[in-house]
């Protein structure tokens, strides 16, 4: 069974860092794409970061490139979203994803990924 868990999330004051950390377990990591998405408040989910299964290639929205990172440790079922600059918007919930398919991911198809729980990610300005 596939099994997310999302940790890091908390109260950050806008400029402010936080680390996100996904763990994986239940399957096969090589082959398998993760990444972040994320849905504020009222707001539709949004595609936020996906890395590759080898963690060689990774694509950030638009929104956080430049202030957020995605990276995979080598095991392949560790991911880490390491977000600076951090501004008021980017209050939301985030969540792991995981999938054949970082396409999937990028595009939110959900029949094609895993999710997590989430974890609560709070901007003060």
């Known amino acids: 069974q596939v099994q997310l868990v999302e940790s890091g999330g908390g109260l950050v004051q806008a400029g402010g860092s936080l680390k996100l950390s996904c763990a994986a377990s239940g399957v096969p990591f090589s082959g398998y794409a993760m990444g972040w998405l994320r849905q504020a408040p009222g707001k539709e989910r949004e595609f936020v970061a996906a890395?590759?299964?080898?963690?060689?290639?990774?694509n950030h929205a638009d929104s956080v490139k430049g202030r957020f990172t995605i990276s995979r440790d080598n095991a392949g079922n560790i991911i880490t979203l390491q977000m600076n600059d951090l501004l008021p918007e980017d209050t939301a919930v985030y969540y792991c994803?995981?999938?054949?398919?970082?396409?999937?991911?990028?595009?939110?198809?959900?029949?094609?990924?895993?999710r997590g729980k989430g974890t609560e990610v709070t901007v003060s300005s």
């Open positions: 994803a995981l999938s054949r398919s970082m396409g999937a991911i990028q595009t939110l198809r959900d029949n094609l990924f895993y």
């Open positions: 890395v590759t299964w080898a963690g060689i290639g990774a």
